[in-house]
Structure formats: structure tokens, C-alpha cells
């Protein structure tokens, strides 16, 4: 940033100077990668929770260890990406609650420190009287938690609302496609980590959930890329990376048909022949073509300059 300052009339001018690299790289990538996987188990297990209560003996605890793990990863990634990470602690008790990063940062200290909890209940169960009824208070507490991820996983679309001179990032859009990443990759997650866990119901549920946000995240993106010119002549300019001979345009569509359009056709294919190996593919597929797709959402609209 350039000041000047006007000495009639105390002014003070401010330039916005271009960045000249890519600012926000993988780093941001895993950070936005990690949690929708971690936040989005979360929703599978208290649907699991409250569709077929009886599946979740085997799966409360490596479920929730996962998911922990993931957040970590994600907290890991963010730190990282700091200029300065030493000072992350004036987040906390120097808290600006106008800040999404500071709300963010405080709903995911409170998701992990309850996921912990939780953890170590369940670890404990059979050496501790307390939680004895480790079970009950896992699935009430999973409740707080669902309620909880909700924001963990939108407060990421907030913060890329709010960088100026960046129309590709807009809400709602961000919003929707933050859910629909959390709802993708967790239920490919927990269809990974279930297995044979799972009945075929439950296999045929979460199925029908990846298969279903796989074609509402590609039909947003569809619609972007297509009708996204009308929006604003930057945005325009910003798909020129993934159009024809653009420079992202080939990663764009490996990232397409990896998370959305082959896992589509492999969950039909599993609902006709019941081949488990499909649906394993398939969530396989979804996970690592996000990382993709998340990835070059986030570098093209950081290679148009700003001046």
C-alpha cells in the first residue's frame, strides 16, 4: 500500500499495488481441502446417527479421530500461511469480532477442543466410570458438533467474499459450493472408512449424497463457467484460465471429471450391480479430484492483475 498525504485537506490517498505472485497458494488449498473433509464426516456421522443408530458402535470412534485429525490439518495449514504465525495468539486475546478469520478461528479452537472431548471419552470408556455411558454422551455432544461445523465450514467462503477486486469469489456461490464440498467429501470419507461397517442401505444413502453433490457443485461451476462473463467483464477474464488454451484449463477439467462427472457414473453404475469396489473408486475419485478443483478455483483469480 502507497500513502499520500494532501496537505489542504488531510487527505489521505491510498494505492492498491498489484501482488505480483500468486498470495494465497496449496497452502490454502489443504487448509480449504482438510476441513471440508473433517467438518463433512461429521454431518455423515449424525445422519448415520440418525438414520441407522445401530451402525455407529463400530464407527463413533474412528470416525471422530479422522475427523479430528483432518481439522488439524486444516488449523496446520492455516497456520502456516501466516506472515507472521508467532502472533496468532493476538487472535485470541486481542479478538476483532467484525473479522471472519477471527470468529473462524475461534468456532474451530471450540469444533477440535469438543472432538477431543469426545475422543478421549470414547477411548476411556471401559477404564473410567465417568463415561461409563460413553456412547450416550458421544451422541449428544455429536449434536453441538454438527451444529458447530455448519459455520467452521462457511466462514472460509466469508473471507473470500471479502478480499476486494476478487468477483469470482462471491456469496452465495462460495457458500454453496463450502457445503457441497463438506457433504462430497464426507460422505466418500465414510464410505472409505465404514466399508463392510456399513449395510447396503447406508452404502446406498451416502451413495446417493456424493452422487447428488457431485452434480450440484458441477452444475455451479457449469453455470460459472458459462454464464460468469455476463456477471462482470473480470470474471470473464478470470475463465479465459480455463477456457481453450487457457493456462489452468487443463487441470480445471481433470479436477471436473475426477470429483464430479466420473463419480456420478461409477455411483450409477454401483446402484445397478451393487459392485462395492465401484463405490470405493468412486469416493476415492471424489476426495482427490476436490483437492484439485478447490485448488484452481483459488489460483485463477489471483493471476489477473488488479491495476
Known amino acids: 500500500m502507497i500513502h499520500e498525504t494532501i496537505a489542504a485537506t488531510n487527505a489521505v490517498v491510498t494505492l492498491d499495488i498489484p501482488l505480483p505472485d500468486i498470495f494465497w497458494g496449496w497452502f ?29 458402535n463400530g ?9 479430528f485429525v483432518m481439522m488439524n490439518v486444516f488449523l496446520l495449514f492455516t497456520l502456516a500461511d501466516l506472515h507472521q504465525p508467532l502472533r496468532m495468539w493476538h487472535i485470541f486475546f486481542y479478538p476483532h469480532w467484525t473479522s ?44 453441538w458438533v454438527t451444529l458447530l461445523a455448519i ?18 469469489w462471491q456469496m452465495p456461490t462460495e457458500a454453496v459450493q463450502m457445503i457441497l ?14 466399508g463392510s461397517k ?28 458459462i454464464f460468469g462473463a455476463m456477471k462482470a467483464e473480470e470474471v470473464g477474464a478470470i475463465l479465459a484460465y480455463v477456457k481453450g488454451d487457457g493456462e489452468y484449463a487443463t487441470m480445471f477439467w481433470v479436477g471436473q471429471w475426477l470429483a464430479y462427472i466420473i463419480p456420478m457414473v461409477l455411483i450409477g453404475l454401483y446402484r445397478s450391480n451393487k ?13 482427490a479430484g476436490l483437492w484439485i478443483v478447490k485448488h484452481v478455483w483459488l489460483v485463477i483469480p489471483q493471476l489477473l492483475p488488479l491495476s
Not at 183 to 194: E, Q, V
Open 28 to 56: 490454502v488449498t489443504m487448509n480449504m481441502w482438510a476441513k471440508s473433509i473433517g467438518t463433512g464426516l461429521i454431518f455423515m456421522l449424525f445422519l448415520l446417527l440418525r438414520k441407522n443408530s445401530s451402525e455407529m
Open 59 to 67: 464407527l463413533r470412534t474412528p470416525v471422530i479421530i479422522i475427523s
Open 100 to 143: 471472519a478469520i477471527t470468529v473462524g478461528a475461534w468456532m474451530a479452537l471450540v469444533f477440535v477442543g469438543l472432538e477431543f472431548v469426545m475422543i478421549a471419552v470414547m477411548l476411556r470408556k471401559e477404564k473410567c466410570l465417568i463415561t461409563k455411558d460413553a456412547n450416550g454422551f458421544f451422541d449428544k455432544t455429536l449434536f
Open 151 to 168: 459455520p467452521v465450514t462457511l466462514y472460509t467462503a466469508g473471507i473470500m467474499a471479502e478480499s476486494t477486486a476478487r468477483e469470482l
Open 181 to 194: 464440498a463438506a457433504t462430497l467429501s464426507g460422505s466418500a470419507a465414510i464410505i472409505l472408512i465404514g
Open 198 to 225: 456399513l449395510s447396503d442401505e447406508s452404502k446406498n444413502f451416502f451413495a446417493s449424497i456424493l452422487g447428488l453433490s457431485a452434480l450440484m457443485a458441477f452444475t455451479v461451476y457449469m453455470s460459472e463457467y
Open 275 to 287: 459392485n462395492a469396489s465401484l463405490l470405493s473408486l468412486a469416493a476415492i475419485l471424489a476426495i
